[in-house]
Every structure is written in C-alpha cells, then in structure tokens.
C-alpha cells in the first residue's frame, strides 16, 4: 500500500501548519477591522442609504417608526452624514439589498456588534426587521471581514443594546430588544476571547444601551438621567470614569444629541440643532461635529443607529 504520509496533504514534506490567531490575521488575511473601545480614532463604518424603501410608507407605528420620513429628504441627509464621515477621515462603507430593502436596514449599528477578531451578527427583536442581518452578513464577507457567530435559535439582540468600556470589558444590556438568551451566547464568546461581560438590564421604555450611555473617552461617559440603568453609572464611576448626565431632556427627544459617534477621544459627531446640549459638550472639552439629520430621527435613529462600526485603531 502507497505510503500517503510523506505528501504534504496528509502531513508531511510542504505542509503549512495555521499557528497565527484570527486577531493575528486581521490586516493581512482578514480586512483591515475590529474594535475594543467605544473612543479610539474611528477608521470605517458601514452604512445604508434610505432610498425607494421610505416611499410607500403610512403607518409609522407598523415599521417602528416616529413618523414617516420624506424620501428624498432623508436621502440627501443620509449623504450629508457619509460626507461628514469621509471629511474626517472615516472608510465608508455601503449595504445595498437587491430589491426593496425594509424600511428600517439603514439602522445597521442595531445588525451587527464589532470586535478585535471580527463581527458578531445580531439578530433583531422584531418581525418587521428579522432577515435584515443577511444584508450585513453578506457585505461583511464581500468586505472581507470575519463573522464570529450569529446570534441563534431564541436569542434577540440588537447591536446598539452593547458597548466596549475598556479593552478587556463589555457592558451587555437585556431590555426590550435583547434577551438573557443572547447574552448567554455573547457571554460565552466573550470568555474565549478572555473578555469580561457586564450586564445591565434597561428601564422600561427605553430602546437601546446606545440611547442612554455613550463612552467618549477612556474615562468620560454621558448618560441619559431616568433612562440609562443605574449599575451602568455605578459600574463606570466604580472604574473611574467621569459620568455626566445630559441637561436638556426636551432636545434629547427631539433631536437625539446623545445618538452620536465617538470619532476620537473627546470629539464626536451628533445630530444639529441642540443648542443647550452643544454649550454643555462646550463646557466640558468635547469637540463636536454636526449634521443635519432631523428628516432621518422621524424613524426613530440618528447618528450611533445608522452606523455600523467597523474599525477603529487598536494598540
């Protein structure tokens, strides 16, 4: 009988045995990706331009919706923020379905959740958005980003309900759009990749982790006062941070200063047209870029919803 084990396909002479990790990989096999904080420099994001999917609408409440966006208005501002990321330097990057997308894709921080080693795919809470992670899964793989798992079988979980706090911890929250049987499964990623989970639940009536608590350094978090869980400003302030609470809660609902994206430590960009929250990011040295965008919070989003980070610079 031939000896098969001298040929490099059975072990032998010219096999090339994988020793690297997949965080090893990242930049050379895998695209350029990941994250492992909420505050370092931003270097690409993944977006969905609303288009033909907006035109037909009527009931805001049966898409989740505040009320109906204009078309083409939205569309405009869209690009108005995709502009605002490239003036800063930021990749961006598009999810295009084929057909008629659902009304809510361009939410694509709510689809996905970045890490070192690659992406986490979400899996949304609710009938009118299930299947709008395929969309990000494919441009994901085209993107030549990894996927680490899928949120699978009964689990909810929305990308927006978690948040990097250090290089080693994230906070997972449970509430209306992600479920306890998520956070097992991220819970149990995370502890392979030797990352601690922290997990708050949400107050009733609030959306996202991302509505209530945004990290805008390494020790500076802003937080929503009456929405935001008060183990996440315990945890923080336990860890050093500097929390401070948003002072106008009119402009927080109406135009959504706190749905904003860290581009580097202390400057972010936010939503125009909040005054008293902007002479408060003033007072306290946070640097701010804004965009016009208020066709776009009518669905209920604004600048942290509609982007799907996927890179940010890691040390």
């Known amino acids: 009988m031939k000896d098969l084990s001298k040929h490099s396909a059975y072990g032998g002479k010219g096999w090339s045995p994988r020793t690297r990790t997949t965080r090893e990989e990242i930049g050379d096999l895998w695209?350029?990706?990941?994250?492992?904080?909420?505050?370092?420099?931003?270097?690409?994001?993944?977006?969905?331009?609303?288009?033909k999917e907006m035109g037909e609408l009527v009931d805001p409440d049966s898409v989740q919706m505040l009320a109906i966006p204009d078309t083409e208005q939205a569309s405009r501002q869209h690009d108005t923020l995709a502009?605002?990321?490239?003036?800063?330097?930021?990749?961006?990057?598009?999810?295009?379905?084929?057909?008629?997308?659902?009304?809510?894709?361009?939410?694509?921080?709510?689809?996905?959740?970045?890490?070192?080693?690659?992406a986490?795919?979400?899996?949304?809470a609710s009938t009118v958005r299930a299947?709008?992670?395929?969309?990000?899964?494919?441009?994901?793989?085209?993107?030549?980003?990894?996927?680490?798992e899928s949120i699978r079988g009964t689990g909810v979980f929305e990308g927006a309900d978690a948040a990097w706090i250090d290089e080693d911890t994230v906070m997972v929250a449970t509430g209306h759009r992600?479920?306890?049987?998520?956070?097992w499964q991220l819970t149990d990623l995370f502890e392979e990749m030797d990352v601690d989970v922290i997990h708050v639940g949400l107050p009733?009536?609030?959306?996202?982790?991302?509505?209530?608590?945004?990290?805008?350094?390494?020790?500076?978090?802003l937080c929503w006062p009456g929405r935001v869980p008060y183990d996440?400003?315990?945890?923080?302030?336990?860890?050093?941070?500097?929390?401070y609470?948003?002072?106008?809660?009119?402009?927080?609902?109406?135009?959504?200063?706190?749905?904003?994206?860290?581009?580097?430590?202390?400057?972010?960009?936010?939503?125009?047209?909040?005054?008293?929250?902007?002479?408060?990011?003033?007072d306290i040295g946070i640097e701010y870029r804004t965009v016009a965008i208020n066709e776009l919070i009518k669905a209920a989003g604004a600048v942290g919803c509609l982007s799907g980070i996927l890179g940010r610079e890691i040390n």
């Not at 492992?36 to 931003?42: D, F, R």
């Not at 990321?85 to 921080?109: C, I, L, R, S, W």
């Not at 986490?120 to 949304?124: G, K, Q, T």
């Open 131 to 148: 299947g709008e992670e395929r969309w990000v899964a494919r441009r994901l793989a085209e993107l030549g980003i990894p996927i680490l």
């Open 245 to 282: 609470f948003i002072p106008d809660l009119d402009e927080a609902v109406k135009g959504m200063p706190l749905n904003f994206v860290t581009l580097a430590p202390r400057r972010i960009l936010m939503p125009g047209g909040n005054p008293v929250t902007e002479a408060f990011y003033d």
């Open 120 to 124: 986490i795919l979400a899996r949304p």
């Open 31 to 51: 695209a350029d990706c990941g994250i492992n904080t909420q505050y370092k420099p931003l270097k690409s994001v993944l977006l969905h331009r609303p288009g």
């Open 83 to 118: 502009e605002a990321y490239k003036a800063e330097g930021v990749e961006v990057h598009y999810v295009d379905p084929p057909g008629t997308p659902t009304p809510n894709q361009m939410f694509v921080a709510d689809l996905m959740f970045m890490t070192p080693e690659g």
């Open 178 to 183: 992600t479920n306890h049987e998520a956070l």
């Open 232 to 243: 996440a400003v315990a945890e923080l302030r336990d860890r050093g941070f500097s929390v």
């Open 204 to 221: 009733y009536g609030s959306m996202h982790l991302m509505g209530t608590l945004r990290i805008v350094d390494k020790d500076l978090a």
